[in-house]
Antibody, heavy 118, light 109 residues
Framework: QLQLQESGPGLVKPSETLSLTCTVSGGSISSSIYYWGWIRQPPGKGLEWIGSMYSSGITYYNPSLKSRVTISVDTSKNQFSLKLSSVTAADTAVYYC??????????WGQGTLVIVSS | EIVLTQSPGTLSLSPGERATLSCRASQSVSSTYLAWYQQKPGQAPRLLIYGASSRATGIPDRFSGSGSETDFTLTISRLEPEDFAMYYCQQYGSSPLYTFGQGTNLEIK
C-alpha cells in the first residue's frame, strides 16, 4: 500500500525558505502514470494547491505562488521536495504531499504543520 | 481561474438522514476532472469520488456523486456517525491546475 510522509522543520522564520520532503513508500515515484504534488491548508481554512511534478522533472505551479516555489524529485531516494522562499505568516499552514492520478489526489500524507514566526 | 462554490457552508443533519452537498463551478468543468474529498479534524483529506461519479477504493456505496458542466452533487444516502466531517470538491485542468471549493461542514444536528 502506497504511503507518503512529509518531513521538515515545523518552525521557519519570516523571509527564510521553507523546505519539506515527502518520502514515498510502497511504490515507485518513477511511475510514469502518476505525478506528485503539494497542497497546503492554513489553520481553520480550506485547501490550496501549491504545485506538482512528474518524475521526469516537468513541474506545474500555482500562479499565485510560482515566483517562490520549487518542487524537485530525487528518484534514488523515492522522495520529492518543496521549497517556498521568502515566507511570511500567511504561509503558516499544514502542508500535505499527495500522489496525483488523472485529476485527483490519492493518497495523501498525514500532513505537517509549518509555522512562520520569529 | 475556475472558482468552485460549495453549498451549503454548513449542513446540520441526523444519522440516518440523506445529505446532499452542492459544488458549483464558475465555468464548465470536465466531469472526468471533478473530485470530492472528506476531511476529519486533524486528518488529511481522503478521496471519495473521482470523475464526478466514480467511488474511490474502499468508499461505501452510500456515497455517490453526480453532475456535469457547472453543477455537481455529492449525496450520502443514509448518514452514519462517521460521515460527519468537512467535504471539499476539487477540479483539475484549468490554471491553477487544481482548485478546491471552500468546503461544506456536515455536522450532527
Amino acid at each position: 500500500q502506497l504511503q507518503l510522509q512529509e518531513s521538515g522543520p515545523g518552525l521557519v522564520k519570516p523571509s527564510e525558505t521553507l523546505s519539506l520532503t515527502c518520502t514515498v513508500s510502497g511504490g515507485s515515484i518513477s511511475s510514469s502514470i502518476y505525478y506528485w504534488g503539494w497542497i497546503r491548508q492554513p489553520p481553520g481554512k480550506g485547501l490550496e494547491w501549491i504545485g506538482s511534478m512528474y518524475s521526469s522533472g516537468i513541474t506545474y505551479y500555482n500562479p499565485s505562488l510560482k515566483s517562490r516555489v520549487t518542487i524537485s524529485v530525487d528518484t534514488s531516494k523515492n522522495q520529492f521536495s518543496l521549497k517556498l522562499s521568502s515566507v511570511t505568516a500567511a504561509d503558516t499552514a499544514v502542508y500535505y504531499c499527495a500522489r496525483h492520478h488523472g485529476g485527483w489526489s490519492d493518497p495523501w500524507g498525514q500532513g505537517t504543520l509549518v509555522i512562520v514566526s520569529s | 481561474e475556475i472558482v468552485l462554490t460549495q453549498s451549503p457552508g454548513t449542513l446540520s443533519l441526523s444519522p440516518g438522514e440523506r445529505a446532499t452537498l452542492s459544488c458549483r463551478a464558475s465555468q464548465s468543468v470536465s466531469s472526468t476532472y471533478l473530485a470530492w474529498y472528506q476531511q476529519k479534524p486533524g486528518q488529511a483529506p481522503r478521496l471519495l469520488i473521482y470523475g464526478a461519479s466514480s467511488r474511490a477504493t474502499g468508499i461505501p456505496d452510500r456515497f455517490s456523486g453526480s453532475g456535469s458542466e457547472t453543477d455537481f452533487t455529492l449525496t450520502i444516502s443514509r448518514l452514519e456517525p462517521e460521515d460527519f466531517a468537512m467535504y471539499y470538491c476539487q477540479q483539475y485542468g484549468s490554471s491553477p491546475l487544481y482548485t478546491f471549493g471552500q468546503g461544506t461542514n456536515l455536522e450532527i444536528k
